[in-house]
């Protein structure tokens, strides 16, 4: 298959060789005629860590919008969260795929329990112990 990381001679090829070498294993698999069709060939590169807590958080920051309109909510993700939550959310194979589901399912848990014990207060800290996901609101 194709994908990164692709090796030639055991060797991990570096960025230029690598859509060298994607490009002409495009050649060899599909028909000249559809590849003259398509305007641009696209290869991504890999997610590190730092881009996973950027898209982890981001996808927070949408679900607190969704909370503050609808429950008068807001949630802001400590450090420690944010970094659990990007580990948790990332698969070589899948990318950040995950990270939707993730973290749907850990705010809205969490969000149903608050909502359950129907706190007056409205700003909560996203934070993790020992690999368990609680809002906190000091």
Known sequence: GLGFGEKAD????????LEKAIISR????LNTA??????????????????????????????TKHFQQNYELDISPDTA???LLAKNSYSADEGARRVEKIIDETLNN?????????TKKKHFF?????GKFFLSDK
């Open 10 to 17: 055991g060797k991990i090829l570096d960025r230029k060789n």
């Open 26 to 29: 495009l050649k060899e698999s």
């Open 34 to 63: 559809l590849i003259g069709r398509l305007d641009e060939i696209v290869i991504f590169a890999a997610l590190d860590l730092p881009s996973m807590e950027k898209i982890v958080e981001q996808k927070i920051a949408n679900m």
């Open 81 to 83: 969260s944010l970094q």
């Open 110 to 118: 969490l969000v149903l329990e608050l909502l359950e014990k129907k």
């Open 126 to 130: 996203l934070k993790e112990l020992a």
